[in-house]
């Protein structure tokens, strides 16, 4: 295949847009499996449910000591009534021993009340600061995801973004560059990343072989506007140190003669 050497090496152009894709597209992979995000959400979660189980435990403590204040109001409002009955005069003394020994056995009663309300209230208050800091924990967490949600998203779309510019520039670039070219391009890209490259000095930009003096022969040999194709790894060889047509500059004579060495 012939083609002006100039259009040759706009397909190096159009090589450097395709990799420029794929390490797009890696770079998108990339982020899709970053774990951290989901690790994150899962400690904040976490951290969300034993604040839940947390706030149960209060919950049920609170219950624990409004019932013993009750308790407490009916023993000490039962104490004030035997109080107030024994000292109406009006009771026997049968009936003032007894109320004596009740007296003494509600006042026990309340005191275990009492002892049982304050270990449930030093309970709930040692809960309370757990839950303080969990909720703490919660809001740090929180905010972390928050930034690094707003990260991923400010990848992405950075992402986003230069692959539309990338796949414009590859438009433009296939429409500018003659078709049996990008034809050519395409078949071998579709089977191998590199599908057009540079031959430096002897040695081919995609595969690195290096050719023996032997294999640069038919390549020096061949004419400006040949296509090329490196017998190792099947890329277009594009020469990038011989004067091109169009508005490639063109080579010095110290190229030339290193090319025709
Ligand atoms: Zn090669």
Known sequence: MKADLFDQ???????AVDTGLTQLAQRRRKLEADTALDDA??????LADRAASLTGDIADLERDIKRIEQEVELVSKRAAADRERMGSGAASPKE????????????RRQGTLEDDELEYMERREGLEGQLETLRGQTAEAESAIASAEADRARAMSEIEAETLDAEGDRRA??????????????????????????????????????KSPADMQPIKAAPIDEVLRCEEC??????TEL???GPARPASEDELKKYNS
């Open 9 to 15: 090496r706009r397909l190096l152009e159009l090589q």
């Open 234 to 239: 099947g890329c277009v060889l594009i020469r």
């Open 96 to 107: 003032l021993e007894g109320l004596q020994s009740e007296l003494e056995s509600l006042a």
């Open 243 to 245: 004067p091109g047509a």
């Open 173 to 210: 670039l296939t429409i500018a560059i003659p078709d049996r070219l990008v034809e050519l391009y395409e078949r071998i890209h579709a089977k191998q990343p590199i599908a057009a490259a540079e031959l430096v000095g002897r040695r081919c930009g995609s595969c690195r072989i290096e």
């Open 41 to 46: 959400r899962r400690h904040s979660q976490a």
